[in-house]
């Protein structure tokens, strides 16, 4: 039950709802110059496209920008993002996947949905809900699978730049629902791609409506289609669903993940210094996005109450409920929605990480 995650909150009622809808996922941010080494081999000029669902024109296409100046002074011009792609105009992120595959493009910068389509393992960050209890875990654990995460990307033939998060996915409804018995009475929002996701909410109970996220504004104003969706705040701000949906639960149901990947054969072509400096700049840019998004969507939480979102913030009894809940929904996600190895080596490290906390 997740949503797109974006870099920056903007004024909603400056941009179109599919702008808003498609602020979803995370982009490059302010990071430090590395340099090649002055005895460095130079590549070939190479001239890369990337595309993105970012709008034109707004922090995170500007950030990204940034990014592409810098990967253009590290390798003093060799590399550049000559073409930006954004606003979606390469499709969704399964098209923007082929595009890759067949050429038409070098790089992307996609949500976990994107990035769990090129390898499951990925999903293990995402679609284990409520297993993180702070988001410092799931940096942990996202941490010491990345490695494992790019050998995976690399057999698909992506090179996996950085991942990074933008805060928890909450729970909004159009009508107050706190516990998960309430939410199965609801029509809620999945995507319309996602079919195993889908088939495993129907089998938890819960009436799942498949639809586009370019969808889920129309779908909560337009009669009964649609009552409530899990997504990030900021999401929620940006997209105006607060207006409809003005109930959340505080509840840290999942976080919100995502990443740059580029052809691995472009990647492949590049001197190791080139990589070097090139990766240096992208997981610093991760980094640093993380921080920014984690800030935006806690801050959107605010911004929402203050203009009439009500906020249900748990009891003892209904935290307890929804991690009941949770732990009935985990057997059915591992093996399904994520790869029973990934799953089991989540739980590991985070025991292990438990164990050393005092």
């Given at each position: 039950m997740t949503c797109k995650p974006c870099c920056q909150p903007v004024d909603a009622t400056r941009l179109s709802r599919r702008v808003f809808l498609r602020q979803a996922t995370v982009a490059g941010a302010l990071a430090l110059w590395p340099t090649l080494s002055p005895k460095a081999a130079a590549p070939a000029r190479l001239r890369l496209r990337?595309?993105?669902?970012?709008?034109?024109?707004?922090?995170?296409?500007?950030?990204?920008?940034?990014?592409g100046e810098k990967w253009k002074?590290?390798?003093?011009?060799?590399?550049?993002?000559?073409?930006f792609y954004t606003d979606g105009v390469m499709g969704g992120e399964l098209d923007m996947l082929r595009r890759i595959r067949a050429g038409q493009l070098h790089a992307a910068l996609i949500?976990?949905?994107?990035?769990?389509?090129?390898?499951?393992?990925?999903n293990c960050i995402q679609k284990m809900p409520l297993v993180f209890r702070t988001l410092e875990e799931q940096t942990h654990v996202r941490n010491a699978l990345l490695e494992r995460f790019r050998a995976r990307m690399a057999e698909k033939?992506?090179?996996?730049?950085?991942?990074?998060?933008?805060?928890?996915?909450?729970?909004?409804?159009?009508?107050?629902?706190v516990l998960p018995e309430e939410f199965r009475r609801l029509k809620i929002f999945a995507e319309r791609s996602d079919e195993?996701?889908?088939?495993?909410?129907?089998?938890?109970?819960?009436?799942?409506?498949?639809?586009?996220?370019?969808?889920?504004?129309?779908?909560?104003?337009?009669?009964?289609?649609?009552?409530?969706?899990?997504?990030?705040?900021?999401?929620a701000l940006a997209g105006q669903f607060y207006n409809a949906a003005k109930h959340m639960v505080d509840l840290n149901w999942v976080p919100l993940s995502g990443?740059?990947?580029?052809?691995?054969?472009?990647?492949?072509?590049?001197?190791?210094?080139?990589?070097?400096?090139?990766?240096?700049?992208?997981?610093?840019?991760?980094?640093?996005?993380?921080?920014?998004?984690?800030?935006?969507?806690?801050?959107?939480?605010?911004a929402m109450e203050k203009r009439?979102?009500?906020?249900?913030?748990?009891?003892?009894?209904?935290?307890?409920?929804?991690?009941?809940?949770?732990?009935?929904?985990?057997?059915?996600?591992?093996?399904?929605?994520?790869?029973?190895?990934?799953?089991?080596e989540v739980m590991r490290l985070l025991k292990a990480y438990r164990a050393g906390k005092p």
């Amino acid at each position: 039950m997740t949503c797109k995650p974006c870099c920056q909150p903007v004024d909603a009622t400056r941009l179109s709802r599919r702008v808003f809808l498609r602020q979803a996922t995370v982009a490059g941010a302010l990071a430090l110059w590395p340099t090649l080494s002055p005895k460095a081999a130079a590549p070939a000029r190479l001239r890369l496209r990337l595309a993105t669902l970012l709008p034109r024109d707004t922090s995170g296409h500007k950030a990204l920008l940034m990014m592409g100046e810098k990967w253009k002074t590290a390798t003093q011009g060799a590399v550049e993002i000559a073409n930006f792609y954004t606003d979606g105009v390469m499709g969704g992120e399964l098209d923007m996947l082929r595009r890759i595959r067949a050429g038409q493009l070098h790089a992307a910068l996609i949500t976990s949905m994107g990035l769990g389509e090129i390898h499951p393992d990925v999903n293990c960050i995402q679609k284990m809900p409520l297993v993180f209890r702070t988001l410092e875990e799931q940096t942990h654990v996202r941490n010491a699978l990345l490695e494992r995460f790019r050998a995976r990307m690399a057999e698909k033939g992506f090179m996996l730049l950085f991942m990074t998060d933008a805060g928890w996915v909450r729970f909004f409804s159009k009508t107050r629902a706190v516990l998960p018995e309430e939410f199965r009475r609801l029509k809620i929002f999945a995507e319309r791609s996602d079919e195993p996701y889908i088939r495993l909410m129907r089998q938890i109970g819960f009436q799942p409506v498949p639809l586009e996220f370019t969808d889920i504004l129309q779908g909560l104003t337009a009669g009964n289609m649609l009552d409530a969706l899990a997504c990030a705040p900021f999401y929620a701000l940006a997209g105006q669903f607060y207006n409809a949906a003005k109930h959340m639960v505080d509840l840290n149901w999942v976080p919100l993940s995502g990443g740059l990947v580029l052809h691995r054969k472009t990647w492949d072509s590049l001197p190791a210094d080139t990589q070097a400096a090139l990766l240096k700049i992208a997981t610093e840019t991760g980094e640093e996005i993380q921080s920014i998004s984690r800030k935006e969507n806690d801050d959107a939480v605010a911004a929402m109450e203050k203009r009439g979102l009500t906020v249900h913030r748990l009891d003892a009894a209904g935290q307890k409920s929804w991690e009941q809940f949770a732990e009935g929904v985990l057997p059915l996600v591992r093996g399904t929605l994520v790869p029973a190895e990934a799953f089991d080596e989540v739980m590991r490290l985070l025991k292990a990480y438990r164990a050393g906390k005092p």
